[in-house]
């Protein structure tokens, strides 16, 4: 209950302001590929900690270099996320 009320918390922070920080809670800061950070949610606290890089997160960062591309030159965005999932990484 009291990791569920935490993540609702961030979230319905982020719908209403456009910022995930909510009073009481921990600042949740912004990612940047020079910090790194990310929120943990965990029982009994939640709290921002080093993202470590993995190969997962690499596709998605490309996938996301790859539709902005794509948006700024106004072609259809409509990707398959799977083709660029190496063998072996979930979802794959």
């Given at each position: 209950h009291l990791l569920t009320r935490a993540?609702?918390?961030h979230w319905f922070a982020f719908a209403a302001t456009g910022s995930p920080n909510s009073p009481g809670r921990p600042t949740w800061p912004a990612f940047d590929d020079t910090s790194r950070?990310?929120?943990v949610f965990d029982?009994?606290?939640s709290h921002p900690d080093l993202c470590?890089?993995?190969e997962v997160l690499n596709v998605m960062r490309d996938r996301v270099r790859r539709l902005n591309a794509l948006s700024?030159?106004?072609a259809d965005a409509a990707?398959?996320?799977r083709e660029?999932?190496?063998v072996g990484t979930?979802?794959?």
């Open positions: 993540m609702g918390d950070h990310q929120m029982r009994p606290d470590e890089r993995s700024a030159s106004g990707v398959d996320l660029a999932m190496p979930p979802g794959a």
